[in-house]
């Protein structure tokens, strides 16, 4: 195993680990094209939200089935439907987080 450098919020920690905590994120368009390069990915959220979040993502985790895939949907007038633990506001994009153990390792 190799020793690498986690940042964690701002901090630099060792950690040992075999590197198959990864995560790929991707965008989107409207039409279906894949548009992430030159692209990022901003997420804003209240303490209450990062909460919400992180206690489904690790439900989600604990329960894992390869390809299960969860939305979230912003809000609309009419509808204020809270998914993965948050309401997502009417301006934010959807967002879908999905299970996938075919990512490998990191530095594949």
Same mark, same amino acid.
């Given at each position: 195993?190799?020793?690498?450098?986690? *940042?964690?919020?701002?901090?630099?920690?060792?950690?040992?680990?075999?590197?198959?905590?990864?995560?790929?994120?991707?965008?989107?368009? *409207?039409?279906?094209?894949?548009?992430?390069?030159?692209?990022?990915?901003?997420?804003?959220?209240?303490?209450?939200?990062?909460?919400?979040?992180?206690?489904?993502?690790?439900?989600?985790?604990?329960?894992? *089935?390869?390809?299960?895939?969860?939305?979230?949907?912003?809000?609309?007038?009419?509808?204020?439907?809270?998914?993965?633990?948050?309401?997502?506001?009417?301006?934010?994009?959807?967002?879908?987080?999905?299970?996938?153990?075919?990512?490998? *390792?990191?530095?594949?």
């Amino acid at each position: 195993m190799d020793i690498h450098v986690v *940042k964690l919020n701002n901090r630099s920690i060792n950690v040992d680990y075999d590197g198959r905590n990864v995560l790929r994120a991707r965008i989107y368009n *409207k039409e279906g094209d894949e548009i992430t390069d030159g692209s990022f990915v901003l997420i804003e959220a209240s303490k209450e939200g990062l909460i919400g979040l992180g206690s489904e993502i690790i439900r989600m985790a604990y329960e894992f *089935k390869n390809g299960y895939h969860e939305h979230i949907s912003p809000i609309r007038e009419s509808l204020y439907l809270e998914n993965m633990g948050v309401f997502a506001t009417s301006d934010s994009s959807e967002i879908i987080i999905s299970c996938n153990n075919g990512l490998g *390792k990191v530095g594949d």
